[in-house]
């Protein structure tokens, strides 16, 4: 596009459309001056490699939407090096683009003029800055807001000179905002209630370490619905000191169909209990690492239309709470839970989900200990069942994972991590499960590589991993790092809403890049990782001759 990136972008991959969006991370140049902009295009040789004739050149014919449409298809690498082909070419890459990702410092604001008017389509916008530098201030969002009336979707990282007022003049200009998304922000509740009273079409609303919430006000300010109280559809809430003071906007969203609330200090039974009374048409729910109980959690089972209910490190929740919503929310497709291993939720509860809940297709249990009684029970009445994850069971043997080899038919996924399991079941599966697809065994000591190989060898169609875990030490529980990798392998929730591809992503997924990658290497065990050596070594010897 001209300009030069912050972080090296990453290589084009062409063998999939949805990953070739047009989004791009930017460091802003500085302002075009009239001059520059009314000068002649640069001499011909510098455009093109070669002079193409009138008779050759049916680019020139081509109508702009076609082009756009033909740019919208490349990677983000090389649309910039289209835009750099001729002015008409810049034009329409930069009118064809939709998203931005920025380095929100405070220099922006002298490149915002410029930037929004090559860019003068973008609706989705992610403004992020370092920690360790200033970043954009109020008068930088005000004017960004003045460029972009049709913002559909803002994103702020770490924009720690905004303040309400600020965000309150921007929200009066972006009325057709959709989706909010701030984090380690310093505007306080007045500007999350300026954006709700003023953008009508708000559906989404993500909150992370807020810090105005707190400074310098013995109560927080309650949050308020305001007009948006009927578009509202997914609110998530993170490491907050003062979440609950989000209490009046949950229960106000009558249409609310997702709710998380991660690390959020504080007590959170009685609000679960008003927001579950009031609220009723919820979805999904995720509750991680909360100080709630069986109360808060029987309450949820007042939402019937209940399909997802992920309940991670919640440690005061037993059977009771989990029977309680099994049987009132008979639609649950997805059950996530890790137990922290404290031995209070089990065969009770699950027992209870195998009766009430026909329609399961995914259970990932983490740090509990079922039996073959509950899993017997899991495999005969959940018909659907597709994908099971089973990590950190101390009772989860071969004798069980027998019983969901011969139980459980319609099962693709299979994850079985820091379990007693030997190659003994791995015959087992060998035999089973006949629409199984996928096999990840992970930090399971008594199966070896011997016994993945013969699981390959019977099921040619399987896909086995295998990782001894004996380079890797790290916890077994599901959290924010590795939760995934503790589960399955499955795309992510819908309301894991990201921005963008391309150059953004590639500068803004390097560390999971990393962690996939030592992945990978750990399941290269075995006779794979001596093949691959004699590649490398075969190939190393073929160049050195050849040179």
């Not at 997914?234 to 229960?251: H, R």
Request: charged content about 25%; proline content about 5%; aromatic content about 4%.
């Amino acid at each position: 596009m001209g300009q030069a990136p912050s972080t090296p972008a990453a290589a084009p991959d062409h063998s999939s459309k949805s990953k070739l969006k047009p989004t791009v991370l930017i460091s802003p140049p500085p302002p075009m001056h009239d001059d520059q902009a009314n000068s002649p295009p640069p001499p011909h040789d510098l455009i093109t490699d070669r002079v193409v004739s009138s008779d050759d050149d049916h680019i020139s014919t081509l109508p702009d939407e076609c082009l756009a449409c033909v740019f919208q298809s490349l990677s983000s690498g090389d649309r910039k090096r289209c835009s750099l082909v001729c002015r008409r070419w810049l034009r329409v890459e930069g009118q064809s683009r939709h998203r931005l990702s920025l380095h929100a410092r405070s220099d922006l604001l002298s490149a915002v003029p410029y930037l929004f008017a090559r860019f003068d389509a973008v609706t989705k916008l992610a403004l992020k800055c370092d920690r360790k530098c200033t970043s954009i201030g109020d008068d930088g969002l005000v004017l960004i807001s003045r460029h972009c009336r049709n913002l559909t979707r803002l994103k702020l990282r770490a924009c720690r000179e905004l303040t309400d007022a600020g965000l309150a003049v921007f929200a009066r200009n972006c009325k057709g905002l959709k989706k909010l998304s701030c984090g380690s922000c310093t505007f306080g509740a007045k500007g999350m209630n300026a954006v709700l009273d003023t953008c009508s079409s708000l559906e989404e609303l993500s909150v992370k370490r807020l810090h105005g919430l707190t400074d310098g006000e013995p109560a927080a300010e309650p949050v308020r619905p305001g007009v948006a109280a009927t578009s509202l559809k997914t609110i998530c809430l993170k490491e907050l000191y003062n979440g609950q003071c989000f209490g009046p906007l949950i229960i106000g969203s009558k249409n609310l169909r997702t709710l998380k609330i991660f690390r959020c200090s504080g007590d959170w039974d009685t609000l679960l209990k008003l927001i579950a009374s009031r609220v009723t048409g919820m979805v999904e729910i995720h509750l991680e690492r909360l100080q709630v109980s069986d109360t808060g959690v029987t309450a949820i089972s007042n939402c019937m239309y209940l399909e997802i209910l992920n309940l991670v490190k919640t440690p005061e929740c037993t059977n009771l709470g989990l029977k309680a919503v099994a049987e009132n929310c008979k639609l649950l497709r997805k059950i996530h839970i890790d137990g922290w291993k404290t031995n209070r939720i089990g065969d009770d509860g699950l027992i209870a989900v195998a009766k009430h809940c026909p329609n399961l297709q995914e259970l990932v249990l983490i740090g509990i200990n079922p039996t073959r009684l509950s899993l017997e029970l899991i495999a005969a009445n959940c018909q659907n069942l597709e994908r099971l994850a089973l990590c950190g069971s101390e009772t989860v043997g071969d004798v069980e994972i027998s019983c969901i080899a011969a139980k459980c038919i319609t099962l693709k996924k299979l994850c079985i991590k820091s379990c007693p399991v030997s190659n003994h079941g791995m015959e087992a599966l060998a035999r089973g499960c006949p629409n199984l697809v996928k096999v990840k065994v992970k930090k399971c000591r008594g199966v070896t590589c011997e016994g993945a190989d013969w699981l390959r060898t019977s099921r040619g169609s399987l896909a086995v991993n295998l990782d001894t875990g004996e380079n890797d030490h790290q916890d077994a529980s599901a959290s924010d790092s590795n939760a995934h990798e503790n589960g399955l392998e499955m795309p992510p929730p819908p309301v894991a809403a990201q921005d963008g591809g391309g150059g953004a992503n590639a500068a803004l997924s390097g560390a999971g890049r990393s962690m996939s990658f030592k992945a990978r290497l750990g399941l290269t065990a075995g006779r794979n990782l001596v093949v691959c050596t004699f590649r490398r070594w075969s190939s190393f010897t073929s160049s050195s001759r050849h040179n």
